[in-house]
């Protein structure tokens, strides 16, 4: 029962045009989400989070938009840049305990053309 | 800064034998992770620590075992390896408040052949 979906597998854009990937989730219990970028051979890095209390969040050309009733959160890379290619994941998190655990999407590789 | 290190980067294993995969951190965070990212698939928590001498089952721990003997040290070990383990582990930490992010180590890729 996969709990965090990125139904893209890849993602196309142009140089300087805007990127948006997608995520869904189903367990009404996460309540802060979090994208993080990889390349190949490195490890993931934390990109931007957002809590389930707002509904956007910014971070230079990155934004993330977070819409709870359906479940749904995506990012927005403006304007999208060829150091942009990358795999991105999305992961996902209850408050509820204190492990913080995160479950995490099979992400979507994005690639910038120049 | 060198956050979270994993030796080895790479290995190669016979079935059947074991092996411990090192993690560190120098953030002082008391929670750390071991994860396994299988090909074309999201990373899957397998062990995890909230502290010195705390361990607890993530949501693939069958075939794996971890200590925390330090606040800096992860280790986890394989002991029969076996081929559904080839696999890339990465290991992450953290603060303890819930709006902090995990840091994570660049992974090992371990085959068993």
């Known amino acids: 029962d996969q709990q965090v979906k990125q139904n893209s597998p890849s993602l196309s854009v142009q140089e300087g045009r805007i990127s948006i990937l997608n995520c869904d989730y189903t367990n009404s219990m996460f309540d802060y989400f979090l994208w993080y970028k990889k390349y190949p051979a490195e490890g993931p890095t934390f990109l931007i989070s957002?809590?389930?209390?707002?509904d956007k969040n910014e971070d230079g050309r990155f934004t993330v938009f977070l819409n709870k009733s359906a479940k749904h959160l995506s990012l927005h890379i403006v304007p999208s840049q060829p150091g942009d290619s990358a795999v991105y994941f999305c992961?996902?998190?209850?408050?509820?305990?204190?492990?913080?655990?995160?479950?995490f999407g099979k992400g979507t590789l994005l690639t910038v053309n120049p | 800064n060198a956050g979270v290190t994993q030796t080895p980067k790479f290995r190669i294993l016979k079935i059947g034998q074991s092996m411990t995969l090192q993690c560190t951190q120098d953030m002082n965070h008391n929670y750390m992770y071991w994860y396994r990212q299988d090909p074309g698939m999201g990373l899957k928590l397998i062990y995890y620590?909230?502290?010195?001498?705390?361990?607890d089952k993530g949501e693939v721990p069958n075939g794996y075992n971890v200590s925390r003997s330090t606040t800096e040290d992860f280790p986890l070990r394989l002991e029969l390896a076996a081929p559904s383990q080839t696999s890339v582990y990465f290991c992450?930490?953290?603060?303890?408040?819930?709006?902090?992010?995990?840091?994570f180590g660049d992974g090992t890729r371990l085959s068993i052949l």
């Open positions: 992450a930490s953290s603060r303890e408040y819930s709006n902090q992010p995990q840091h």
């Open positions: 957002i809590s389930s209390i707002k």
């Open positions: 620590s909230v502290g010195a001498g705390i361990t």
């Open positions: 992961a996902a998190r209850s408050s509820r305990g204190s492990n913080y655990k995160l479950t």
